[in-house]
């Protein structure tokens, strides 16, 4: 609460408050007038189920885990109004994104993307979003200029108070939400977490919950956002993917976790995490009777490759299963010039 509004809040007599008070039970529904009521998607989705209009959306993760190119990315499907399976409501968008990377390597990420449009805007001067006199003056800006996202990536950079301090989060956020949510702005940005979390990189524990623990600084940082999601990049010899999971969604269930295949930039795909493993154990399997059956128990590259794709597998994906059959010991690669060849050397 700013020193004005403290003066104010002081200078109300006994029956003012007695009236606020007054005003805000009034306001408080029955049961069954809770169950009667209903909002329409449109409302309350820029996307649907993904980003929440004029609200809070949290993207956290580990430093170089891909926050900043999927957000890049997420904004130019935005922006052309499409999002895969997801819908994209109507909303003439407009992107201010405030980041602390190098001019430079933005527009390097807009190249690869095929990024191209009038209504996103970058800039990484920075701004306190905790000082009262600068947020109103972004937010008079932003609204003058046409704007209606804002991203702050990351919040760190943007934000002179204590990250572990309640009460400077929570200032924090009501500035948030007075002048821009409350404005009609929808405000995106993305947290670390904090050097000592980790997650084991596996089927069963990578998405292990609750991840928004992990988030460096107050609680509160999470709690005040009305999506909560985490991301994670799993690097392959000739691309990364991005598996992004939904932790939190004040307006309706949480999403399946999803998997974005950066390997082709100019044609990334996104599927269900939960299918991409599936498909991966088929392959799996797959792949141990062919090698298996072969007199010399040894498949070339080639082979194995086109085994991946007649199931649908990225080859960021294949990569991994091959680096984690090497680290098993089950498996090792022999070159002959360009060529590979994978040979099986586990129990058969």
């Not at 089927?203 to 999470?222: M, N, Q, T, V």
């Not at 991301?231 to 309706?252: A, C, H, P, V, Y």
């Amino acid at each position: 609460m700013s020193d004005f509004r403290r003066l104010e809040d002081i200078a109300k007599s006994p029956i003012e408050k007695a009236k606020e008070v007054d005003e805000i039970v009034e306001k408080f529904l029955s049961a069954e007038e809770l169950k009667n009521l209903s909002f329409s998607p449109e409302e309350k989705f820029i996307v649907e189920n993904l980003i929440v209009r004029n609200g809070i959306n949290l993207f956290s993760g580990f430093y170089a885990s891909g926050k900043t190119t999927l957000l890049i990315y997420f904004c130019k499907l935005i922006l052309e109004g499409q999002f895969y399976h997801f819908r994209v409501f109507p909303g003439n968008y407009k992107i201010c994104y405030l980041g602390e990377d190098p001019k430079e390597v933005i527009g390097e990420k807009l190249k690869l993307l095929n990024f191209k449009s009038e209504n996103f805007y970058y800039g990484n001067e920075t701004i306190f979003l905790d000082d009262d006199i600068q947020i109103a003056q972004l937010s008079y800006l932003l609204k003058k200029r046409g704007f209606n996202i804002l991203v702050v990536d990351p919040l760190r950079k943007f934000f002179k108070g204590d990250e572990n301090k309640s009460s400077d989060i929570r200032r924090l956020t009501e500035n948030i939400r007075k002048y821009f949510c409350n404005q009609g702005i929808t405000f995106i940005f993305t947290h670390h977490w904090s050097k000592g979390s980790t997650y084991e990189n596996n089927d069963k524990e990578i998405f292990k919950k609750p991840k928004s623990l992990y988030a460096r600084g107050s609680s509160d940082i999470g709690a005040s956002a009305d999506m909560v999601y985490t991301i994670i990049r799993i690097m392959g010899k000739d691309g990364f993917e991005i598996i992004l999971s939904q932790d939190k969604n004040r307006f309706g269930p949480e999403i399946k976790n999803l998997k974005f295949d950066f390997t082709d930039w100019e044609n990334i795909t996104c599927i269900d995490y939960s299918i991409s493993q599936t498909l991966k154990e088929k392959f799996k399997k797959e792949f141990e009777s062919a090698i298996k059956n072969e007199d010399d128990f040894a498949l070339s590259r080639e082979e194995a490759l086109q085994l991946a794709k007649s199931l649908g597998l990225s080859l960021t994906l294949f990569q991994v299963v091959i680096r984690e059959y090497k680290e098993e010991g089950k498996i090792r690669s022999e070159k002959k010039g360009k060529y590979v060849t994978y040979r099986w050397i586990g129990e058969i």
